[in-house]
């Protein structure tokens, strides 16, 4: 395992006082404001490879998803290496009192699933990216189905606006959110303080299908490259060995469960 070392109370005040927002909006840096101390102090958290975020330009941020409290650290992560991330959110939270003045204020794109606007997040990203834009993506789509917590099996968006605009894709791992507010829950365990990381890696290479056609196997293909980035980021920081073959949703059988010999049967035809 690559056992992090936490941040120290030092550190952490440092960050606090040194960390970029002004260009989060008013809603956007107040809700950085309100739950800065919980990701900072509320935690152990520990992290590394922030050298691998662009300082300046369009990039994508791809990042596995283990809990709801997943962007609270991930924006604690790219703030302090001094970057302002906007994420991809379904858009019912746009729906929600104050949320969505944090998200439509805070320059963030609504992700709206099986309607007429579905290609508005997709033109939304690349607009902003062409802006010089660091957008976060949880390219799973939800929180992982993986029995064991590995990233799952993505949707191929983030390989799209990745060929289209050229886009550094930066590879970021989390692992420890889910202790801290496990999916499904909506109260956080905050005693004893948990253990949270975040890694990110260099840039995908994408190399194989740069300049080339734009098809549903090369956006496949550079999405899994992506996700096999993300997911040996999470093995470095568990310290275990992932399986060979990501868990596929859409393969889980009627009960739930995975079947990775119906994944490994798929595969070779996508």
Known sequence: MTAERPLTEWQKLVLTFSRRWRSAGFWYGLAIAVIWPFAMFGTRIAWRGGEHLPRTGGALLAINHVSFSDPIFNVAFTVSHGRMPRFLAKSELWKVPIVRSVLGRGGHIPVY??????GDA?????????????????????????????????KNGIGRIALVTGAPVIPVANWGTQDVLPP??????LLP?????VVAGPPVDL?????????????????????????????EIRGETPPPVPFDPAGAGSNGTSSRDGIEQERPAS
């Open 113 to 118: 699933r099986a309607s007429a606007r579905a």
């Open 122 to 154: 997709y033109r939304d990203a690349i607009a902003a990216i062409k802006r010089g834009e660091i957008v976060a993506f949880y390219p799973e789509a939800t929180y992982t189905a993986d029995p064991d917590g590995w990233p799952m099996k993505a």
């Open 184 to 189: 499904g829950t909506a109260r956080p365990r």
């Open 193 to 197: 303080r948990r253990n949270v990381t």
């Open 207 to 235: 190399s194989a299908w740069v300049g080339g056609p734009r098809t549903r196997s090369a956006l496949d293909g550079a999405t899994a490259a992506i996700m096999a980035d993300v997911t040996q980021l999470v093995a």
